[in-house]
């Protein structure tokens, strides 16, 4: 089907928009329109849409914190959630939490906070959601979300909702086994302590991020995976590429693993300051710099 029909077909169903500019939805600030852009309340409207979609489902965008959308934009369906997979519902007998995946970290953090529930402040200052947090298994030097997590609720791509187990999931570095599903909710594990001293530990993570990384500027967090044994920010300052500008993307002077949108970036001249620095690392230390963000919309000939 085309953009048209499948646009009539699910503005039955759900909110659709045309043309929705993926810039206004991603923390560098960066992204062309998406052909349609679709707003999912609940499962069953998750499950018709996904319907509709076959054989191309699209993508699902969280918070737009780690990802590069091309100026061209999406070709396709991007489907943001909203209504039930925002929701919270704490369990203080079990110590456990029940999340929408779309719910956002900081949102979530701070409400087990005020339950005196710890564990989730090693997340503390990512700005993602749940859902985009355990698909690449999302952490900090303080620890990963794969290491408090209980169960994911997930639907298949055959339509099928269901809970996988902690068993049932492989987690690993700024990874898991989640790709190939959507991501519904999570449920985590945590532990009853003193809400001064989780307030405290995320007091001093937070500030530890905001001494190293450019908070206030136009990111989408760490751009490459760190590889075994090193650092991604040491390999790239270490052939002096802090600073280093493509159009209006620059190399943090303040952290070398992130690249910043200084106000007048295309997501073309974030691409290719991708490709310099992973191409300099590359012939300099013979070390291949893994992505950590996600790629949208880009033709690896055209873009």
């Not at 048209?4 to 759900?14: G, K, M, R, Y």
């Not at 339950?115 to 200052?125: P, T, W």
């Not at 298994?137 to 298949?156: F, L, Q």
């Not at 967090?221 to 760190?226: A, E, H, R, W």
């Amino acid at each position: 089907m085309d953009i048209d029909t499948i646009a009539q077909e699910l503005s039955f169903l759900v909110r659709v928009k045309k043309n929705e500019l993926l810039k206004n939805h991603t923390t560098l600030r960066l992204g062309g329109p998406a052909a349609l852009w679709v707003e999912v309340e609940n499962e069953q409207q998750l499950q018709r849409t996904i319907k509709v979609l076959s054989p191309n489902p699209g993508f699902i965008l969280g918070a737009g914190s780690n990802v590069l959308c091309s100026d061209q934009g999406y070709p396709g369906v991007v489907i943001r959630l909203k209504g039930d997979f925002t929701t919270i519902n704490f369990s203080d007998r079990e110590n456990k939490v029940i999340a929408g995946s779309a719910v956002v970290l900081p949102v979530l953090i701070n409400q087990a906070l005020q339950r005196n529930l710890g564990g989730l402040e090693i997340l503390a200052g990512i700005p993602g959601t749940l859902g985009g947090a355990l698909i690449m298994n999302a952490g900090t030097r303080w620890g990963e979300i794969g290491s408090i997590v209980n169960r994911v609720r997930v639907m298949d791509r055959s339509c099928q909702i269901y809970w996988l187990d902690k068993k049932d999931i492989s987690f690993s570095y700024r990874n898991s086994s989640l790709p190939d599903y959507f991501i519904l909710a999570g449920e985590l594990n945590l532990q009853p302590e003193v809400k001064e001293e989780i307030a405290e530990r995320m007091r001093q993570y937070l500030l530890e991020r905001a001494q190293k990384q450019p908070l206030s500027a136009y990111n989408a967090g760490s751009v490459f995976k760190n590889p075994p044994g090193d650092y991604a920010a040491r390999l790239i300052e270490s052939c002096n590429l802090k600073g280093k500008k493509i159009g209006g993307a620059m190399v943090s002077e303040k952290h070398a693993n992130f690249i910043i949108n200084c106000g007048d970036a295309s997501a073309r001249d974030v691409r290719e300051l991708i490709d310099l620095v992973q191409k300099t690392v590359r012939e300099k230390t013979g070390i291949n710099l893994e992505l950590e963000i996600k790629l949208v919309g880009f033709d690896e000939e055209k873009n």
